[in-house]
């Protein structure tokens, strides 16, 4: 079967596609991550929906989206860090892509294209969070440049790690 596939910016009626790729991939990536109770609370479809479109009534932020076969498979969104330490930095907010697909290389595209945009928005660097259990995610990561930064915290149970790249303008 040829599987065609294209990534382009979200727009305003994306909101469902984003919130079932979103809470569908959270389900099957952090199930043995995150506590059962957390895990529910946050792969709540109807307020990722709402969440999304306050996204992208409001403009915030860039997100994309990667359809396979003119289906959605895998969204992301970057924007300027939220660390106010960081402000030379973009920040990947998130990087979701649905279980039937993984590891057939449509993440790397999606990466592969978020750090080409955020190197031409003029960002010399990147950061983002990871849950410091999600070896596979990590491993990822690191293959596209990243590296364990000095920061972590506590979220939804767990550690998060920040990690961070040079962009190369």
């Known amino acids: 079967m040829n599987t065609e596939y294209e990534i382009r910016k979200v727009k305003p009626g994306d909101e469902e596609v984003l919130a079932y790729i979103q809470t569908e991939s959270w389900k099957a990536a952090f ?10 609370r946050c792969t709540n479809y109807d307020k ?3 969440m999304y479109q306050r996204l992208l009534e409001e403009k ?17 969104w970057w924007d ?9 930095y973009a920040e990947i907010i998130c ?6 697909n993984w590891r057939r290389g449509f993440g790397s595209r999606m990466m592969d294209r978020l ?11 990147t950061m983002l969070w990871v849950f410091e259990e999600n070896e596979w995610a990590r491993r990822f990561y ?8 000095d920061k972590e915290k506590v ?11 040079e962009n190369i303008l």
Do not use: W
């Not at 300027?80 to 030379?88: F, G, V």
């Open 115 to 125: 750090l080409d945009d955020i190197a031409q928005a003029g960002y010399r660097k």
């Open 60 to 76: 915030k932020g860039n997100g994309y989206l990667l359809e396979i076969n003119g289906k959605g498979h895998c969204i992301a």
């Open 155 to 165: 979220s939804l149970n767990t550690v998060e790690i920040m990690y961070v790249r």
């Open 48 to 50: 990722a929906k709402q």
């Open 95 to 100: 990087i979701h892509s649905l279980q039937e």
């Open 31 to 40: 199930k043995t991550i995150l506590p059962e109770d957390v895990l529910t």
């Open 80 to 88: 300027a860090a939220r660390e106010e330490s960081m402000t030379e």
């Open 142 to 149: 690191e293959v596209k440049g990243f590296r364990k930064g």
